[in-house]
């Protein structure tokens, strides 16, 4: 069948290993989407968070994780809030409303290699998260190849107001407000939450949470 256009196929880049897993290691990312789930078995809620790369040959990947706020499993929620916590206090949000307060805001994430198993394939599983100015306290020898720390000007500035020179978490809010992006008030009819250690209800992919 004859196409309506023709196709360049020199404007793209080859797909292959466009989804295996990043090296072990860490990533300077930021969250780009949330969304609150029901689990597979429709006795829970989980947070399905998207991690976008910010620097490196890895720029623009994905980094997937999914958090735990409302489970039968008194554990699993356990472990879910302590993960949100850590990843709250890495993006400067102390007191989470929405999970919109999480977006856009630059931070590393410490990510392993979770081997294949049955009908699932190798993934990436999220081991922790770090506020970009704690960076120091981050083992370079472990740094994925070139996810991680990057030299000289921050990739994500480009992205602040121009008038402002600062990082996003540092912008100024609307003058009604006078507090910082993380300190603003948000809607309270939407939920939030969070999951850390390899446990058998923890798992990459949305499909996979059986509670």
Known sequence: MR??????????????????????????????????????????????IVMTVLAGDFKNRKIFSNINIQNPNETAVEIGQQELATLCRAVHVLQLQDTNQLHNIPFFVKVKIKRALGE????????????????????????????????????????????????????????DSGKPPWETETPADKTEAAPSEEQPWENEEEDDIPF
Do not use: C
């Open 3 to 48: 196409l309506e256009q023709n196709f360049e196929s020199t404007k793209y880049d080859d797909m292959i290993g466009a989804f295996d897993p990043l090296p072990a290691g860490d990533y300077l990312v930021r969250i780009t989407e949330t969304e609150i789930k029901i689990t597979k078995a429709g006795t829970g809620k989980y947070i399905k």
């Open 120 to 175: 699932y394939e190798a993934s990436n599983r999220v081991v922790n998260y770090y506020a970009y100015e704690d960076s120091e306290h981050i083992d370079k020898t472990e740094a994925a190849p070139s996810g991680g720390i990057p030299s000289g000007k921050p990739p994500w500035e480009t992205e602040t107001p121009a008038d402002s020179g600062k990082p996003l978490w540092e912008t100024e809010t609307p003058a």
